[in-house]
């Protein structure tokens, strides 16, 4: 059977594809594959733009290990199984009077994918859905089940939070969670000029701050969500005026504008500055897990690299002074946010305040262009691709750029010293196993 990831980058045809429901089945299937001498991938939503979960030769479907294991409402912590999707986990931990504290806008993912692969959402104290981790369970290549924390077997802690799927199959996430809160969401279009000369200052007084620029006009569309209690009044948009916002206008308009301009490339750039100045403001709040997360109908690729925060104004004004000379025009826009440094080896965001950029080009338009100028200005500054995300860099370059990579790869070679785990993208990104 053929697995294509969401946007269609990838694809693979797996020998075998294992469905476990338990941690020792997990455990027995992995050290058979060892033994046998094959490799394995864990696949989780396909929702990653690269071929991280292509498997070659096994590959582990977890669509059936799903679920909460066990939760202390006194802590706040919540062990939750790997194959579980951040929407369901979320509806969970609604149904516990606990929430995330911190999420992307997609939650199609699987807690264990979304870790591994470094999913972020946006906000200056704040770091990526990895940082929330207290603890994971994994299953190594010898079949062993272990545990990790900041207190038990820290360097795989370091190293596992993101993990890539290198060093073992997480069984099972321990997530510190909050009691539930409201996000109160104020979007509206202002002068990108205006934006970019506020940045830092919007940044530090709100919670979770970001911006989408549409390349061919002068406006972006501002989003500052910031956090309330519970017991705050929640004023909803309205079924109706979702359906206009979100479903007609940002996917069913966006899908006909991106499917014109696939068709006509000559009208993108005249009708990209109409749409921008089309943006509409709105006020709004609710839980917080229905303001983080937005319906996206529209596929696109994307790549995204996090910079240091105090580049991002020089990669912003070099990539909006290439974007004009593409030969090919670009339909979708660019999103702009920022997390807190962390000490996850592997994490975009590890040792230096950060400020994530991400281009989009619709499915079908040529992107390499516009993908490989944007690499080449983000790596003057040190950029880091998401892992999850579209990039040509490899170990040799992704080195230079993390300062714990080789503590990265000792952890995986004292785990998976055969490279059971691994797979071609893998050897690309880590080096050979």
């Not at 993101?162 to 997530?175: D, P, R």
């Not at 000369?197 to 006009?217: L, T, V």
């Not at 946010?337 to 281009?359: E, F, K, P, Q």
Request: net charge negative; glycine share 8%.
């Amino acid at each position: 059977m053929t697995w294509s990831n969401w946007a269609g980058t990838a694809n693979a045809t797996p020998l075998r594809v294992h469905r476990p429901r338990s941690t020792a089945e997990i455990a027995e299937v992995v050290h058979g594959i060892t033994e046998a001498g094959h490799r394995v991938r864990a696949q989780g939503s396909g929702h990653s733009f690269t071929a991280i979960a292509a498997a070659d030769s096994d590959a582990l479907d977890l669509t059936g290990w799903t679920g909460i294991e066990r939760a202390d409402l006194e802590t706040n912590r919540v062990t939750v199984r790997s194959g579980t999707t951040l929407r369901d986990l979320n509806a969970a931990l609604d149904q516990l009077g606990l929430a995330m504290t911190n999420l992307g806008d997609i939650d199609a993912q699987t807690i264990s994918g979304a870790i591994s692969t470094g999913t972020h959402g946006t906000g200056a104290r704040f770091g990526g859905i990895a940082t929330q981790i207290a603890a994971l369970e994994l299953v190594l290549a010898d079949g062993s089940v272990v545990t990790c924390s900041a207190d038990e077997r820290p360097d795989l802690f370091h190293a596992a939070r993101v993990g890539l799927g290198a060093l073992g199959v997480i069984s099972t996430v321990t997530v510190q969670c909050e009691p539930s809160f409201v996000l109160s969401a104020q979007e509206r279009p202002e002068p990108l000029e205006q934006v970019l000369d506020g940045f830092d200052e919007f940044a530090a007084d709100n919670d979770h701050f970001e911006f989408y620029w549409f390349p061919y006009g002068s406006k972006a569309l501002v989003k500052r969500n910031n956090r309330l209690p519970l017991d705050a009044e929640r004023k909803p948009l309205s079924r109706l005026r979702q359906f206009v916002d979100y479903e007609l206008t940002e996917n069913v308009g966006l899908s006909a504008y991106c499917r014109l301009g696939r068709a006509m490339p000559k009208v993108v750039r005249p009708l990209g500055r109409v749409v921008a100045n089309l943006l509409s403001a709105r006020e709004y709040s609710d839980l917080s897990h229905r303001v983080f997360v937005t319906h996206r109908g529209v596929r696109f690729v994307e790549s995204e690299y996090a910079v240091p925060r105090e580049s991002l104004h020089d990669v912003l004004a070099e990539l909006r002074a290439f974007v004009p000379r593409l030969q090919n025009p670009v339909t979708f826009p660019v999103e702009v946010r920022v997390a807190a440094a962390d000490d996850i080896w592997l994490s975009t965001a590890n040792g230096r305040d950060s400020a994530y950029i991400a281009i989009h080009q619709f499915v079908g338009m040529p992107y390499r262009e516009y993908f490989d100028a944007f690499a080449a200005i983000a790596g003057q500054v040190g950029g880091r691709p998401h892992w999850g995300k579209m990039h040509d860099l490899d170990a040799s370059v992704l080195r230079t750029r993390y300062p714990h990579f080789d503590d990265f790869l000792r952890v995986r070679k004292e785990c998976d010293p055969a490279g059971t785990f691994a797979n071609t993208h893998l050897d690309r990104v880590l080096g050979p196993a």
